[in-house]
């Protein structure tokens, strides 16, 4: 996600950083390399524009030029700009003060309404909330049984709703849901391939029955500017609340998401980062530009951490860790953990300074065989081999590379791999229990 865009700013800083002084030049130099990167990220011109001019009247009103952290000054208002630029602060999904929460997704067909509506109701489900799926697309069959298997899957109710009567079915689906056990309803309506007539006036029908709380008008990220104008349009039509921005992940240059809360004025709500359920993140404008800034997003790192990971389980390995005495079975558990988090290499771009390394990472199906490879051989190992690797010998690591599927010479990387690892935290112990170590959220103090 805005990988491109986040590598070309990254080394226009550098280069700037690396002088003394920022002369006017430089300033110019730098603003011009900002433009070409934000333009060829497929950034709305105007909006390109208009971030541009601001940087640069606030860098000669703050004294930037000829300043000794003048680099550093521009980096900082080139983030406020950005924050700006995505609508400064974060708003979160509306919640009804009386009765049932109603969210409305709208868009196009394919921009990904209905998997995002399983995804809102995961989310919801998991903060305590009972949510009630409506499946209000009768014009395209795939789609209610899509959100059928959706419900089964996250174990939640979905109801159909009859194509003579979608608005009024809609409207007793509101209705009976406290009574069945739902505290939020979630309304899936049909889109097409273009907007047109029949289809604005049947979503107006379904608003107008169920008085939604918050309307989700759901972008295609990789339609680029065609998902503006679709908001655009929508929005003339809608009382549109805010947007989801979906499939983020596969857009390396990020335009849309950039450009569209500056150009409709729609606030972004939500970002769609994988196919998974729980692939679905809320929109933080400053956190959003501290990872296109290559300054890392430490706060969803940890929130992620705080959803995915035992917390007592990860300080006890932790201690282990540092007490060396961390086996391949708390190094099995602790990958197992780390996968429920998300592709290592998303989770290593949130790190500052990590964003480059994690970069080289293989990905994709890649990473994930390369992670399915270290458990197998993990698994294959006996009870004593996972707690004293040092029993490993030949006949053994034979005997795990063809219980695991893998050749002996992997297996040998990954065991001198861990003993490394080994060596480094017995090395490092004795500082962290001196207190001359930071220490990292999680991570219990020794001593």
């Known amino acids: 996600m805005f990988e491109q865009l986040s590598d070309r700013l990254t080394t226009t800083f550098a280069k700037l950083q690396g002088r003394p002084r920022v002369g006017e030049s430089d300033l110019d130099e730098a603003l011009r390399d900002v433009r070409l990167a934000l333009l060829e990220a497929d950034v709305n011109f105007k909006v390109v524009r208009q971030l541009i001019a601001t940087v640069r009247e606030r860098a000669i009103g703050e004294r930037v030029l000829e300043s000794v952290s003048g680099a550093q000054l521009v980096v900082k208002i080139v983030h406020d700009a950005l924050v700006e630029m995505l609508g400064g602060e974060a708003k979160p999904l509306a919640r009804a003060d009386k009765g049932p929460t109603v969210i409305a997704m709208v868009g196009l067909q394919g921009s990904g309404k209905t998997t995002s509506a399983g995804k809102i109701a995961n989310l919801l489900r998991k903060q305590g909330r009972r949510p009630l799926l409506v499946a209000a697309d009768v014009h395209r069959p795939a789609a209610i049984d899509q959100l059928e298997a959706l419900g089964k899957q996250l174990a939640l109710p979905v109801k159909r709703v009859g194509a003579a009567s979608i608005a009024r079915d809609v409207a007793t689906a509101v209705r009976d849901a406290p009574g069945e056990g739902s505290d939020v309803v979630i309304i899936d309506t049909a889109g097409r391939l273009h907007i047109d007539e029949t289809m604005m006036v049947e979503v107006e029908g379904i608003i107008a029955a169920a008085s939604p709380h918050e309307i989700l008008l759901v972008v295609d990220a990789m339609a680029g500017q065609d998902a503006v104008d679709a908001a655009t349009v929508f929005k003339a039509r809608l009382p549109i609340t805010g947007l989801l921005v979906a499939k983020v992940d596969s857009d390396a240059r990020g335009g849309a998401a950039l450009s569209i809360r500056a150009t409709t004025g729609l606030p972004v709500k939500l970002l769609g980062t994988s196919e998974r359920l729980d692939g679905l993140e809320a929109f933080h404008p400053d956190r959003l530009a501290q990872r296109i800034l290559g300054m890392g997003d430490i706060v969803t790192l940890v929130e992620r951490a705080q959803e995915h990971v035992d917390q007592q389980e990860a300080e006890e390995s932790a201690k282990r860790l540092m007490e060396a005495r961390f086996t391949f079975d708390d190094f099995l558990r602790s990958l197992q953990q780390i996968k429920k988090m998300g ?20 990905e994709g199906d890649q990473a994930e065989r390369e992670l399915r490879r270290i458990e197998a051989i993990i698994s294959s190992m006996t009870k004593a081999e996972r707690a004293d690797p040092s029993v490993l010998n030949g006949s053994r690591r034979k005997r795990i590379a063809a219980g695991s ?21 017995k090395q490092l112990g004795p500082m962290a229990r001196a207190g001359r170590l930071p220490r990292l959220p999680g991570m219990p103090r020794l001593h």
């Open 343 to 362: 592709p290592i290499g998303d989770l290593m771009k949130m790190i500052p300074g990590m964003g480059q390394l994690a970069r080289q990472l293989p």
């Open 405 to 425: 599927g893998t050749t002996v010479s992997e297996v040998n990387a990954m065991v001198k791999q861990f003993g490394e690892m080994q060596k480094l935290m």
